[in-house]
Every structure is written in C-alpha cells, then in structure tokens.
C-alpha cells in the first residue's frame, strides 16, 4: 500500500478514509494484521493494524522489507489522449520503470485538459500491483515547446516518428550512446509537418521508427519504452 507519509521503525501511519475502507471492508484486515507500505522515499516496510475503523485507522510500521530502490532515469513525454487511453499511458509507464511522466500538448492534441492528479493516482495504482517501491514523478502538464525550450541537452530525446524512413528504434538507441532518455510520442493525429521538422532539427533529438505499422498512440509509448530498455539496457 503507497502513503504519503514518513516510514521509520514503531512510526505511526494514519490512513485516509478510501484506504481505510480497502484495507478494512474489502480486504477485510483487523488488529494486529500486517501490511506492506512503501512511500517511494523509505523503503518497504511491514507494518501492523493497530487500529481498524470504517474510515480511518492506525498502522504501526515494525521492520523494514526492502531498501527503497531508485528508478532508471527514463522520462516519457506523450501528448494527452482521451482519458482511459491517458490512464492506460500512465499505468503502463509506471510499470515500465519510468521516473517521470510530461504530458505535452501539441498542435494536433485532441485532449483539452489532463489531470496530473489523476495520472498519479493510476501511476501509484500501478506501482502496487507490480510491487515496485518508486513511483514516476507526473510533471506539470504543457506546450511541446515550453519542453522542448528548456531542455537539458545532456539528455536524449527519441522522438517516435511514424512518417517511414526513420532509423529502428532499437538501432538509433545504440548508435546514440549512453543515455539519460527520454521517449516522445505523439498525438492520434500525429505531429504537424512543423513540429516534425522542428524536432528532427534538435540536437539531442533522435526520429526513430517503431516499425512499419502504425500504432495507437498508447501502444506507440509502450513499444518505445520497451524498445529504448532493450537497446540502453536499463
Ligand atoms: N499521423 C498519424 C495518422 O493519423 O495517421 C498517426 C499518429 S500515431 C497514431 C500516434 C503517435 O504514435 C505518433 O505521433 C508517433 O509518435 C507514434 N507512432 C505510432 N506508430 C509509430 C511508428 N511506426 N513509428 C514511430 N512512431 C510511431
């Protein structure tokens, strides 16, 4: 279970309310029980019930599991699709190991808004089922080209470029050497011939293709991801 809050020998956790009710309606714990809890920062702790209300309630953490473990430092910047599409996004991010998700809107972003909070709320989701102790930091959500404006040209950024020609993935990832990386991915409607353009120009950018399919946007994140790992070896 992910908290908010500082994990450490005997400390004490409070629960929120929705927590409380998982643990204790559905999961059905009680006093004295024991549950994994993991913060992102401290670790893995098993800590006890020690008490178990319907909407609130007490866990005292007694040892620690595992060491916090830190995640490779692999961004994904993706455009935001329509919502469950953007949550699948997120989740599959998560699972992926990546340290952090930007959502960047572009000319052909049907997506009006998205909700950091919400991206989270999948990503921690995420990191429960797959037991993983780090979840992604979820950047604040803007322009392609307030990203792309401050970059740091020391990382790398595989821009998936659906229009054919590009150099595979995998082989782009190797020729270009070590990382940090970082995956773009566009929009359903693609980029604009402009913003292609723009991207193929930058320095640290990398036009790669994904193969001569054209993917769903979502599916487009989680093929390069698995592609960038595979070739860079994190
Ligand atoms: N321009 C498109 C169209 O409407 O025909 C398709 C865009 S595709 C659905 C969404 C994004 O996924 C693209 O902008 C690109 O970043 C990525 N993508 C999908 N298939 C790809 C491929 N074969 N190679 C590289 N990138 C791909």
């Not at 595989?158 to 995956?183: H, I, N, Y």
């Amino acid at each position: 279970l992910h908290v908010d809050l500082p994990l450490a020998a005997e400390a004490e956790v409070g629960l929120a309310r929705e927590q409380a009710h998982y643990l204790f309606s559905v999961m059905r714990l009680a006093a004295g029980d024991r549950v994994a809890l993991f913060n992102g920062r401290d670790g893995e702790w098993a800590a006890e019930v020690v008490s178990a209300g319907k909407r609130a309630g007490v866990l005292a953490c007694r040892e620690r599991l595992r060491q916090q473990t830190v995640l490779p430092d692999l961004w994904l910047l993706f455009a935001p699709l329509k919502k469950a599409r953007t949550d699948f996004v997120a989740e599959k991010a998560c699972e992926m190991g990546c340290a952090r998700l930007w959502p960047v809107f572009t000319q052909h972003t049907n997506a009006e808004r998205v909700r950091p909070d919400r991206l989270r709320a999948h990503a921690v989701e995420a990191a429960e089922q797959c037991g993983l102790l780090a979840v992604p930091e979820v950047a604040e959500p803007c322009p392609l080209a307030a990203a792309l404006a401050g970059w740091d040209p020391a990382r790398r950024l595989l821009f998936c470029d659906e229009r054919g020609g590009g150099v595979p993935a995998f082989a782009a990832v190797q020729a270009a050497g070590p990382g940090p990386w970082a995956v773009l991915v566009g929009p359903e409607g693609g980029f604009s011939e402009a913003e292609a353009e723009r991207l193929r120009a930058l320095p640290f950018a990398h036009a790669a293709s994904l193969g001569p399919r054209i993917l769903r946007a979502d599916t487009a994140a989680v093929a390069a991801l698995a592609l960038l790992q595979a070739a860079a070896g994190d």
